[in-house]
Every structure is written in structure tokens, then in C-alpha cells.
Nanobody, 121 residues
């Protein structure tokens, strides 16, 4: 089992950038795909991006259409970490962001607290 904790998010102006980190514990981290999800006010939680497990080299990444070309997911297995680099942020990116292991776009584990990202217009 892998436990995942998101870094602190933040407040950024539209057009700005922010990088989220997801710190993992557990020996099976490298054997699972890791994804970012988000929940915007009044909406269901949605898939944002995913990166494949270590056995897939090079890593394969997947993105929701709404963030494709603006967000980049990466992982550093030596540090047990996954990152989400968010560029050209829009107010509609405002949400609580969560990381989780995933199969397809389905989360595997219980949700953590998530981290708030607010984009001002």
C-alpha cells in the first residue's frame, strides 16, 4: 500500500505557474501509476493527469483535455515523489488537488486532504 501526501498549493494570478508535489511512502510506490485529480467548487472530482509505473520506460503520461499542453506530470522514484507543473493557469483551474494511485482514471486508495489551488482573474 502507498500513502500519498500533497504539498501546499497556493494562490496565483491567471497566466501564472505553480508546481504541486506528492510525497509517497511505501515500498510499492514505483509499481503503481500515480494520478492527480481535482475537485472544483460545485463539481465532481475529476481526473487531471497520470504517469505510469516505473516498469514502463519511458514513462507514459496522460492528461485531461482541459489541461493538455499546460500541465506536466512527472515522477522521481528515487525521491518517492510525483509532481504536477501547472502553467498558464486559468481561474477554472481553481480546485482542491489530490494525488492517488490509479488504474486507468480510477483512484485506488482513500483520499488524502488534498491541496487548495486558487487562480485569480
Amino acid at each position: 500500500h502507498v500513502q500519498l501526501v500533497e504539498s501546499v498549493g497556493g494562490l496565483v494570478q491567471a497566466g501564472g505557474s505553480l508546481r504541486l508535489s506528492c510525497a509517497a511512502s511505501g515500498r510499492t510506490f514505483s509499481s503503481v501509476d500515480i494520478a492527480w485529480f481535482r475537485r472544483s467548487p460545485g463539481k465532481e472530482r475529476e481526473f487531471v493527469a497520470k504517469i505510469s509505473r516505473s516498469s514502463w520506460r519511458p514513462f507514459t503520461t496522460y492528461y485531461a483535455d482541459s489541461v493538455k499542453g499546460r500541465f506536466t506530470i512527472s515522477r522521481d522514484n528515487a525521491k518517492n515523489a510525483v509532481y504536477l507543473q501547472m502553467n498558464s493557469l486559468k481561474p477554472e483551474d481553481t480546485a482542491v488537488y489530490y494525488c492517488n494511485a490509479a488504474t486507468g482514471t480510477t483512484p485506488l486508495y482513500d483520499w488524502g486532504q488534498g491541496t487548495q489551488v486558487t487562480v485569480s482573474s
